[in-house]
């Protein structure tokens, strides 16, 4: 299965001491133990890398760079023009927040399963052609790659 997390559940894992850390951070074991595809960009690295890097934590930028693009199961999503059409198509046709706009694009081009997030307002988003379904944080995984 290959899964898009939106930035949010990153940062919540991260950080762990939010109401939805714990259970972000079991979504992470879950996804390490079945061997599913963790789809991430360039792009999701940079908004994880704001705060550590405005507080000078070199080793949390390092912590989120290993833990992003280590992993045999991580797959980097690139922006192309295909995502640039799929960007321009959400923020034109939804409004979608520019930012929500470009992970959505990524996981679109990159045929995610599922892109999990905690934004309900993303939740909402019926059809994103490209992504098999838009989830919350409470979603349960398959045990095993199909």
């Known amino acids: ?3 898009y997390l939106d930035s949010m559940v990153w940062i ?3 950080e762990g001491n939010s109401p939805f850390g714990a259970t972000a951070q079991t979504l992470f074991r ?3 133990a079945a061997g599913h595809t963790v789809l991430v960009s ?3 690295l940079a908004e994880l890398l704001v705060v550590p890097v405005r507080n000078g934590n070199s080793f949390l930028v390092a912590s989120c760079k290993h833990a992003m693009l280590a992993y045999a199961t991580v797959e980097l999503a690139a ?3 295909e995502t640039a059409v799929a960007f321009a198509t959400l923020r034109a046709r939804h409004r979608t927040p520019s930012a ?3 992970h959505l694009s990524l996981a679109a081009n990159a ?3 599922v892109f999990v997030t905690a934004d309900t307002r993303l939740q909402k988003l019926v059809v994103v052609p490209g992504i098999g379904a838009i989830v919350d944080l409470a979603y349960n995984l398959p045990a ?3």
Do not use: G, W
């Open 1 to 3: 299965m290959r899964v």
């Open 12 to 14: 919540y894992a991260f």
């Open 30 to 32: 879950n996804l390490r």
């Open 42 to 44: 360039h792009f999701l």
């Open 79 to 81: 922006f192309t023009a």
């Open 100 to 102: 929500d706009a470009i």
């Open 111 to 113: 045929q995610a399963d």
């Open 144 to 146: 095993r790659r199909p």
